[in-house]
């Protein structure tokens, strides 16, 4: 147990008990009750204060019913490495499986940055049906349908995003939890560079998919119930085809690189008003058979598959 708890420093005595009782299932281990009186008597475990009551969780604003139903994205809160270098970690999970698809140390994040990891992502693991995300630059806009570039980019490829409320980080309260456990293990202190910080990330990835059970997931790992997305990346994004008696006349600025801007180009406008009219129609479909999935490994360092490992 104090081997566990050492190696895994963050961890509590549930999954603590659940790692031993898959490395020997043979043996009796105690209730997790006693591995808690356990770590406290080894004086691994500093108690608690009072704790800050939490905002309660709101209701799914997308259900995620199978694996890549709802991907989440997000950046973690920025904070300095050691060398004084800025570090905004963007994180991309599966909701369903709990799964970390992306954990990327970046610097100065721009639209195009978080297009080229979404792009490496959905070449590994395929497309999601839906992508979570708040509604701040670049993943969001004042404009049209609340989207930014990135946005319209997502729908012409056959991802619909989905912005939670402003002010509801709630909404997407297990990605935001996702994060304190990021912090905690890979980032409290951070690395003393960018690429150093990269590498805690790419062995908490490991760690988190393959070793770390959930409880959410019959303290299951994420890579024990992941499944690759059957729907592949297109070539390229779908066109949209304007009706005979659209005539566009004129055109506005286009989104400058960071995404936050709430103009598009014309073209783009009269996509996203098709595209936004569709959705309300429930016209969103899956060209790919429903039933066929493909299993797949998750991101990991351990056993150096870097054909796998996003970033």
Known sequence: MLRVRKAHPTWGSK???????RERPAESWPAWSTVDAILSRAGVVVPRGRRRRRQSTAPPVVEAAAPNDVW?????????VGDGTRCDPLTVNGMCTQASLVCQAMVAPKSPDVKRRLEQAFVVFGLPRFMLSDGGPPFGSTGLGRLSRLGVWLLRIGVVPILIEPGRPDQNGRHERFHETLKAETATPPCGSIPAQQKAFNRFQSIYNEERPHEALAMKTPAEVYEL???????APADHCYPE?????ASVATVPSSGAAACHSLADRL??????LCLARGRTRCNCPAN?????RLPSVARGRRSQRLG
């Open 72 to 80: 989440s994205m997000d950046y973690k809160g920025w904070f300095r």
């Open 229 to 235: 997305s059957p729907r592949q990346l297109p070539s």
């Open 245 to 249: 008696d659209s005539r566009p006349v």
């Open 271 to 276: 996509w996203v008003i098709h595209a936004i």
């Open 292 to 296: 066929h999935t493909r299993r797949h």
């Open 15 to 21: 999954k603590i008990l659940w790692t031993l009782l």
